[in-house]
DNA sequence: TGCGCCATCCAAAGCGCTTTGGGGTGAGTC
DNA sequence: GACTCACCCCAAAGCGCTTTGGATGGCGCA
């Protein structure tokens, strides 16, 4: 069923049939009526192709999601990040597309959505530390909200991001209140650059209070349940070993309570744990009570978030680049306590 | 820079210059070289819509995840299973369009797919029990490929399933074999085709050796951490507690783990857990000596063999329905021992 | 009555590509 | 020298939709 036969079907012209259904002013009630009714019982529906051939506009929005180099993981923050967004899209008819590609064919992908002009705007994932693609993105004049910030970026551009260094600012000044001293950093990589600021955030709790970060304490890496585990266990067999632990994700905390335990110790009791919690679906921080204490934001919120500023973007494209900083929230589970002497 | 640009620029028409890119035999080796070489410069890509409208075929495969209903939880298999099929994509020039629609919109999304045509093609994810949108599929004639089955499906259809039963039924002669008798099954939901057949494969094992399954050790809902600490934590303070668990994913076998840990006990010694183990990337079982002992199969390879399935069908539709279905590996970790007496 | 003015509707021209159905040109054949 | 093939190439017709630039007719108003 294409607009030719329902048009036929109606004895209207395409022209008609087509303004009925899209909401145009220059079409009487009654047709309109008409019109609607005859394309609901005949279940026509416009083929995107043609439409937004036609349109120029391709009612879709491009995700690349990158594929860390290392050890090509697709990190799980993506799973719940595109669920709130694919929300928003599905809401507003935009359809979402997804390609996942190595870190180094990053740039062709968004020169290719631009030149099929397969889609109308980019949300851009994980930037890095002098990441280039808000610079390619603005060259090619593609409409897109990056997920994170880029901090050394001197240009303009759209942004949804968590307040890292706040959230970690504050999650260390925890652990200090509590008397720690050794607190081990078990960051993600450091060429992202939500990690650099949450180091930024570690650093300053301590520059406060006039105490040097320990390099032999800070750890960088991807944030895997057995690199959680690997990187406490080794640092909990030192004799100079730390009290507390700041990770940067539950799934390595998982990890570190995973070496706690190994090691008879007790959570909360003898070692202090505090993470940053993405509240991804299947690993909530517990159910009633949190497991971990943690520094809480809903990186599925981000994801509607992003999605709804990457469509105002394009309705709207010379309004300016936006942000929007979400702001973490502490909560107290039980994986910390008062530092033993 | 579209066709008619570059052939003007060539002086040739777009016919030819059309044929040279796509590889026809109809023009000279000469020409084409002139061509490819002065789109190559001139950063030339074919615009997909107007390709797709022109050819009928869209290019692109459709994800429609379902938002498990109960708390809007989107599987963590997905990410990797994705991971796996858009490496498929990319490779063949595939675009990946995804969905994330509630169960009850399912039907819709997949109409739309196809009366919108925009996509070739649709991957089947979760399958159900009495899962209706295998006939919808058919009906509508679009190509699909499904991950699992549907084991009351009564029409062909092709699928990549895992061998959900054998695995189970092997875990389960495992822990026999140590001698436990009283083993808490801790299953997906069970309106699940997946969960479905892992419970025979329990019940199998169990009936072989004349043992009556125990209602009260058999569980089933969203496999989150806390589902799996909490019905493990409920189990293991009974009077009558099993000695061993057995598990369908190592996200509420983690969950199952530190119920263990919380009361003291220690894993593999006083209490046995075997989890199926889906290789989620950022979820490894352990670095070099699993955590868990394991039923072991990679998601990721399954969405690669689907994505191939996929385009094979979609390259040769009237060939008929075919299946995949992967075995499972038992490895060992230190989550299994001997049932004490 | 005649004029202009809305309110409705339509024919046709694209959007950028593929593909059908030829049409020249030069080499090979008798 | 006429004829047949290949071999290259081209003009133009779609693919299914939106949108421009009218056409038509009914109505109020002077």
Redesign the pocket.
């Known amino acids: ?7 036929d079907l109606l ?12 909401g ?9 009526k008409r019109v609607m009714a005859a394309a609901e019982a005949h279940g ?4 995107m ?3 937004s ?4 506009r391709a009612m879709a929005i491009g995700h690349v999601i990158p594929l860390a180099s290392k050890h090509e993981m697709v990190n799980p923050v993506f799973a719940d990040f595109i669920a709130g967004a694919g929300e928003v899209y599905s809401a507003k008819g935009y359809d979402m597309l997804i390609s996942i590609v190595p870190d180094e064919e990053q740039a062709r992908a968004y020169r290719e959505f631009r030149t099929r ?1 397969s889609v109308d705007g980019i949300i851009v994932h994980a930037p890095k530390v002098g990441d280039r693609r808000i610079h390619l993105l603005n060259e090619i004049e593609m409409p897109f909200v990056v997920h994170g910030r880029a901090s050394d970026a001197n240009e303009p551009y759209s942004w949804v991001d968590m307040n890292n260094t706040r959230a970690f600012r504050r999650a260390t000044d925890f652990l200090l209140d509590l008397g720690h001293r050794r607190i081990a950093l078990i960051n993600g990589l450091e060429n992202m650059d939500f990690a650099i600021r949450r180091r930024a955030g570690f650093q300053e709790a301590l520059d406060a209070r006039g105490l040097a970060p320990d390099p032999d304490l800070m750890f960088a890496d991807e944030m895997t349940e057995s690199y959680g585990h690997d990187t406490a266990r080794a640092l909990l067999a030192r004799p100079d070993a730390p009290t507390a632990f700041l990770v940067s994700s539950i799934i390595p905390s998982i990890g570190v309570r995973r070496a706690i335990e190994e090691l008879g110790l007790h959570m909360g009791r003898d070692i202090s744990v505090i993470t940053h919690d993405d509240e991804l679906s299947y690993l909530k921080n517990g159910a009633d009570v949190p497991v971990f204490t943690a520094t809480r934001s809903s990186v599925r919120e981000a994801g509607r978030r992003a999605a709804r500023m990457l469509l105002e973007i394009i309705e709207d494209p010379d309004s300016g680049a936006r942000q929007d900083l979400l702001e973490a929230e502490l909560i107290l589970g039980q994986s910390t306590g008062p530092a033993r002497a």
């Open positions: 069923m294409k607009l030719k036969d329902l048009s004895q209207l012209s395409q022209t008609t049939v087509s303004r009925a259904l899209n145009y002013p220059e079409v009487s009630e009654a047709t309109r026509y529906r416009p083929n192709r043609a439409r051939l036609a349109t120029g002009g």
